[in-house]
């Protein structure tokens, strides 16, 4: 089994996280980028997730942020977006990570301009 780490930034801060299971089946090795981020958004839907794991975060949904492990050092940061993914920029992934409060949904849709929280 393997865990990704998603930011819940649609209902909280960079500090929520939601630790999404993905079983090894679903996930095998060489799959590509975009068919990680989708088992990773499906398994990420409460309903869809696997059982034992931890249901009180709302499911996945546009302007969260998956984590996915590049090498042991590095991660890639992937926003859902309304139709697919989008790799978030380093500018926006610091602006993100100082937010004082929920912002992903607005990056999400394209309605918030400039690199601000306010």
């Avoid at 960079?14 to 999404?20: G, I, L, P, R």
């Avoid at 050092?73 to 977006?81: C, L, Q, S, W």
């Avoid at 937010?99 to 306010?118: C, L, Q, W």
Wanted: hydrophobic content about 40%; proline content about 3%.
């Amino acid at each position: 089994m393997k865990i990704f780490d998603v930011r819940m930034m649609t209902c909280g801060t960079w500090d929520t996280v939601k630790e999404v299971a993905v079983n090894d089946e679903a996930c095998p090795t060489g799959l590509s980028l975009l068919d990680i981020l989708g088992k990773v958004f499906r398994y990420g839907q409460n309903e869809f997730a696997i059982e034992g794991t931890n249901k009180t975060l709302p499911s996945v949904s546009a302007g969260d942020i998956i984590e996915v492990p590049v090498d042991n050092n590095n991660k890639e940061y992937h926003m859902v977006a309304a139709c697919g993914f989008v790799k978030v920029t380093d500018v926006k992934l610091e602006m993100l990570k100082t937010a004082t409060k929920p912002m992903g949904y607005g990056y999400a849709y394209g309605f918030v301009e400039g690199d601000t929280n306010e």
